[in-house]
């Protein structure tokens, strides 16, 4: 069981506006990540916490800014849509110790007009 | 160049077939994990691997850690595994976090 939870599953929305992209787990595990994917490419890292209050920037460059207030919530935020954000943005969360597997929320699909 | 690369980028098969897809890496590595993601943009993972060979179901995946090299393979191939099948690494320097290879989209045909 992934056990790992986002919402909405698709957004469409318009140019200029803030959006929160939610991501639960509720096994209580500390490390979370944010990944963008645009159609057809690889996956890129843009945000990861290994806990509460514990926030760091990833591979890919990302205007988009989370937060990290409880264990089970990883939030993404844009505080200004644009058309450029368009991409399907996928949650997960790695297991206790270095080498587990790493589960994956359903992505959300978001389509900036 | 990126550090993992698979092969092929697409493939078609017939029902039944047998399929195996490649991925190289070119970074020192703690772990490969093999990933599933159908046209829903969901992602599954299939295989976790540090060393040797796991097999589940018809899945089974290898990896050759001094060659850089895993492979997944499919036996008697099935219209439902279409999908895209995705190779990450977790690199010994970065802690947890993955990189990923480009993907490959496998469709088979009944």
């Known amino acids: 069981e992934a056990d790992i939870y986002q919402t909405p599953r698709y957004l469409v929305i318009g140019t200029g506006k803030k959006i929160t992209l939610e991501c639960s787990q509720t096994?209580?595990?500390?490390?979370m990540y944010w990944y963008q994917q645009d159609p057809g490419m690889e996956l890129h890292l843009i945000h990861y916490?290994?806990?509460?209050?514990?926030?760091e920037k990833g591979d890919l460059s990302s205007e988009s800014t989370v937060s990290r207030i409880r264990t089970e919530h990883f939030p993404l935020t844009l505080e200004s849509a644009r058309p450029s954000h368009t991409s399907q943005y996928l949650c997960?969360?790695?297991?206790?110790?270095?080498?587990?597997?790493?589960?994956f929320g359903q992505g959300t699909r978001l389509t900036v007009v | 160049k990126n550090e993992v690369e698979q092969s092929p980028q697409n493939l078609t098969a017939q029902e039944g077939e047998f399929i195996t897809i490649n991925c190289s890496y070119s970074?020192?590595?703690?772990?490969l994990h093999w990933l599933q993601q159908h046209p829903g943009g969901g992602i599954v993972s299939l295989f976790m691997?540090?060393?040797g060979k796991k097999k589940h179901g018809r899945l089974i995946a290898t990896i050759n850690i001094q060659e850089k090299h895993s492979s997944l393979h499919i036996t008697a191939s099935h219209p439902r595994d279409s999908a895209v099948y995705i190779c990450?690494?977790?690199?010994?320097?970065?802690?947890?976090?993955?990189?990923f290879g480009e993907g490959t989209q496998l469709t088979v045909n009944p």
């Open positions: 970074v020192g590595i703690s772990a």
């Open positions: 096994m209580g595990h500390d490390k």
């Open positions: 691997l540090s060393s």
């Open positions: 990450a690494v977790r690199r010994e320097t970065s802690g947890s976090r993955l990189t």
């Open positions: 997960a969360r790695g297991g206790q110790g270095r080498n587990t597997e790493a589960f």
């Open positions: 916490s290994y806990g509460v209050n514990s926030t």
